[in-house]
T-cell receptor, first 109, second 114 residues
Framework: GQQVMQIPQYQHVQEGEDFTTYCNSS?????IQWYKQRPGGHPVFLIQ?????EVKKQKRLTFQFGEAKKNSSLHITATQTTDVGTYFC?????????FGAGTTVTVRA | EAQVTQNPRYLITVTGKKLTVTCSQN?????MSWYRQDPGLGLRQIYY???????DKGDVPEGYKVSRKEKRNFPLILESPSPNQTSLYFC?????????????FGPGTRLTVL
């Protein structure tokens, strides 16, 4: 079945630094979604990418969908304490979403 | 307020004692699904429903049952819970069936099976 791998599993970041989390699929995806889960909370939708090579920005967050539609990345610039949480990618090529294991981000002030 | 609600939020039970976790959404969404979240494994889909009376297995359906008799409700049933079903469970819904839609998640149910 479809598998979505996400790396790294943990990311410890100094406040103000940048970091990137990566998502890779074993199959071509029709779209990819990104979610954020704050500690003790539930996943909240961030964005969806559909087109090959698509790039979308939300303030300090930049999302990319690979040309082959098999990988994606989330880049956060100037990390803040509000960025703490777990970021999940979720890919699909049918009616089911397959989630990656997530990247848990902690921030050192 | 548009939301997905789950009950109970926390549950400790014993092996073999049947339980039901309720899920309800007030957004008139067609698509609903259940996930379990375990450390290092992310969110794994248990069952999903594309509409009333239409349900299908996700990636980890063993030991679970669901029903969709009304559009707003999608209960998760554990007929004979076992310790390996100790997990954090999320219900989610989206406007229509398919993956091109934002999933709205409930607050989660933390289940412990002793």
């Amino acid at each position: 079945g479809q598998q979505v791998m996400q790396i790294p599993q943990y990311q410890h970041v100094q406040e103000g630094e940048d970091f990137t989390t990566y998502c890779n699929s074993s199959t071509t995806l029709s779209n990819i979604q990104w979610y954020k889960q704050r500690p003790g909370g539930h996943p909240v939708f961030l964005i969806q990418l559909v087109k090959s090579g698509e790039v979308k920005k939300q303030k300090r967050l930049t999302f990319q969908f690979g040309e082959a539609k098999k990988n994606s990345s989330l880049h956060i610039t100037a990390t803040q304490t509000t960025d703490v949480g777990t970021y999940f990618c979720a890919g699909s090529n049918d009616y089911k979403l397959s989630f990656g294991a997530g990247t848990t981000v902690t921030v050192r002030a | 307020e548009a939301q997905v609600t789950q009950n109970p939020r926390y549950l400790i039970t014993v092996t073999g004692k049947k339980l039901t976790v309720t899920c309800s959404q007030n957004m008139n969404h067609e698509y609903m699904s259940w996930y379990r979240q375990d450390p290092g494994l992310g969110l794994r889909q248990i069952y999903y429903s594309m509409n009333v009376e239409v349900t299908d297995k996700g990636d980890v359906p063993e030991g679970y049952k669901v029903s969709r008799k009304e559009k707003r409700n999608f209960p998760l049933i554990l007929e004979s819970p076992s310790p390996n079903q100790t997990s954090l469970y999320f219900c989610a819904s989206s406007f229509v069936a398919g993956s091109y839609n934002e999933q709205f998640f409930g607050p989660g149910t933390r289940l412990t099976v002793l």
